[in-house]
């Protein structure tokens, strides 16, 4: 694993708001803060992607004048997020100032798509990403891929990345996971904490409510009764995502979905960015050998930021929202490497 030095990357140390200091403060007012879309709203236009027989997800597609020629980065959201999160809405504001073309994925069912598949979402579905990256790459010949994700999308990610290993397309020309759940068992355990109650509970009321929205249109696949007593997120994935997504149990899908033991094998430059003080995502998984041999990531990794918040001290272009410059940061750098113009 690459050490924190001075690059593009990482040249700007985090440096927390003074009056947003803590984990909580950080992540919550993340959430609450508006991000500008100037630049979003006069250039944004819907796209469809066919993933699976019969699922399409939603992409907001945002394209520079000569899009061949410039950087395309693909942003995934997190658990029961959408194309319309803030920190989703920032980056792309960002990298479409900065003269890249934006896709803000959907995942499946996400984002008011709840009809365009029967099937749902889940932290190791890396399908569609593979799917979407091939037709980005040989139907529309884009030439400069990028991928961001963000908590279960930086998971995503990086599981992404670990899978190509060595045969990565030659347009991925790199990742960056904010805040992601790399070891999933730990993100459940975590989540229960007494002090993470507020999370937890909008997650789950999230979750049922979707869950309630999947019923009603596929009564023969999801039986809703089964929601009654579920008010953790391992009890919700162990009746409804696991057995629902080819998994045995709750066990299984954690293991088998969670991006830790596949960080070892990427081989395409990656940044992660990671609070050491997210409160529902542990800092541990971080510093182990699967992450910190691989000399082609880099770790980001302040004391403190929260829950993909990084609110910063110092303005950050137009804003203070850090982790999302950062990744822009990171394409510019690779841009400019890889010597294709941005």
């Known amino acids: 694993m690459k ?38 709203s006069r250039n944004t236009e819907p796209r469809f992607f066919d993933v699976a027989p019969g699922v399409r997800v939603l992409g907001q597609c945002s394209w520079q004048a000569d899009r061949i020629g410039r950087p395309t980065l693909l942003v995934v959201h997190g658990l029961e997020g959408s194309a319309e999160s803030s920190y989703m809405l920032g980056t792309a504001e960002k990298a479409l100032a900065a003269g890249f073309n934006v896709i803000r994925l959907n995942l499946r069912s996400c984002g008011g798509t709840v009809n ?56 991925l020309r790199g990742v960056v996971a904010v805040s992601p759940s790399i070891h999933l068992a730990s993100c459940a355990d975590a989540i229960e904490m007494r002090s993470n109650l507020i999370y937890r509970l909008s997650f789950i009321m999230s979750l049922r409510r979707s869950m309630r929205q999947k019923a009603r249109l596929y009564p023969e696949r999801y ?15 162990d009746v409804y995502t696991a057995p629902h997504s080819g998994f045995r149990d709750v066990a299984d899908y954690y293991e ?3 991006s830790l033991p596949y960080i070892k094998d990427i081989a395409v430059p990656v940044m992660i960015i990671h609070s050491q003080d997210d409160p529902f995502i542990p800092f541990a998984p971080f510093t182990s050998q699967q992450v910190t ?38 394409v510019k750098t690779m841009s400019e490497e890889s010597g294709i113009g941005h």
């Open 3 to 40: 050490k924190e030095k001075l690059t593009p990357q990482s040249a700007t140390p985090f440096v927390p708001h003074p009056a947003i200091k803590g984990a909580h403060a950080q992540t919550l007012m993340a959430f609450f803060i508006p991000r500008s879309t100037i630049f979003l």
């Open 116 to 171: 365009l598949t029967p099937t749902l979402y889940h932290a190791g579905l890396t399908d569609d990403l593979h799917r979407i990256i091939e037709e980005l790459s040989l139907v529309d010949g884009l030439k400069q891929l990028y991928l961001a994700g963000f908590s279960l999308g930086g998971n995503m990610a990086l599981k992404l990345a670990g899978e190509y290993g060595a045969g990565a397309p030659e347009a």
């Open 223 to 237: 039986d809703e009764s089964r929601l009654r007593g579920i008010w953790s997120i391992r009890k919700f994935d």
């Open 256 to 258: 088998r979905a969670s």
């Open 293 to 330: 041999s691989n000399p082609n990531v880099t770790l980001l990794a302040p004391a403190n930021g929260g829950h993909c918040g990084f609110i910063s001290a110092r303005p950050e272009g137009d804003d203070r929202f850090w982790a999302e410059k950062k990744i822009v940061d990171f």
